[in-house]
């Protein structure tokens, strides 16, 4: 069964803008399937993510998630549909005064009760699981700082270690790499990826560093006014599909010379810690 079916999708942004956030988009997205989202800015990449994590509801066409039509469902089946998924957004909502490794098991409250959740408050109910999460990403020994002690790009990382707690089947990525250097660039990539496999998940990443996209994922979905431009397996995207994709836009990597293998793309990210 597929983790998504899109078909002829329609989405618009509250407020109710005359052009739709994204329009016509069809997408078959497989179980353990892992592919990135590239496009310039406004492109439609986060409400893309946003609408697959069930935070945007569709205004026309087809939408299915793990077979089932979240919409069409009652809240509380949605809400059992919703705890298969999982959203890192660029910038992770986690409390500031909040200490990182209750901030990282807060990823285990779909499946607490009330007073398991409660007391983990109080006294973390698994710091060793939270550690192992936040080593994966170079970040252990934050493990009892408070959340506003962080950096940028350590608060991104923390976010990201509180996926690797998360049971979802579908694990939604947005911009993981913008206040990381090529190092830990990597890292994340390659950390997000082994995990994906391991538990055979469905990731979908946004990303605006077009060689780390085409050097770490198979399938890259391009994204341009709200549309798809073109939906490939990364050896059939070429140098003039990215110059068209950007056209008024410097991406922030530009893709190898015909012939290159993207695997071997010197690295070039956005901004570092």
């Known amino acids: 069964m597929p983790t998504y079916q899109l078909q002829d999708l329609t989405v618009r942004h509250l407020g109710g803008q005359s052009t739709p956030a994204l329009q016509a988009i069809n997408l078959t997205i497989e179980q353990g399937e892992q592919l990135a989202l590239i496009g310039p800015s406004g492109a439609g990449?986060?409400?893309?993510?946003a609408t697959l994590?069930?935070?945007h509801k569709p205004s026309g066409g087809s939408f299915q998630a793990f077979g089932a039509a979240p919409w069409s469902l009652g809240e509380a089946a949605r809400h059992r549909l919703r705890a298969q998924l999982f959203l890192a957004?660029?910038?992770p909502p986690l409390p500031p005064r909040q200490r990182v490794v209750t901030a990282v098991l807060a990823a285990r409250l779909p499946q607490w009760s009330v007073w398991q959740a409660l007391a983990s408050l109080f006294k973390p109910a698994d710091p060793?699981?939270?550690w192992q999460a936040l080593s994966r990403f170079n970040l252990g020994d934050k493990?009892?700082?408070r959340v506003d002690r962080l950096s940028?790009?350590?608060r991104q990382r923390c976010g990201l270690a509180r996926l690797l707690l998360s049971p979802a089947k579908a694990?939604?990525?947005?911009?993981p790499l913008s206040a990381l250097d090529p190092a830990l660039s990597e890292l994340t990539l390659s950390t997000l990826r082994e995990e994906a496999r391991a538990r055979n998940a469905?990731?979908?990443c946004s990303l605006h560093q077009v060689d780390l996209a085409l050097g770490h994922f198979p399938r890259i979905v391009a994204l341009r006014d709200g549309r798809i431009a073109f939906d490939l397996p990364r050896e059939q995207v070429t140098p003039q599909m990215i110059a068209a994709l950007y056209q008024g836009e410097q991406p922030a990597d530009s893709v190898p010379p015909a012939g290159d293998d993207p695997m071997s793309v010197k690295l070039g990210v956005g901004a570092c810690l």
């Open 143 to 145: 493990l009892y700082s």
């Open 53 to 55: 994590s069930l935070s």
């Open 171 to 175: 694990l939604l990525v947005d911009e």
């Open 128 to 130: 060793e699981a939270a």
């Open 45 to 49: 990449k986060t409400t893309l993510l």
């Open 152 to 154: 940028g790009g350590e």
């Open 202 to 204: 469905t990731l979908i």
């Open 89 to 91: 957004p660029q910038t």
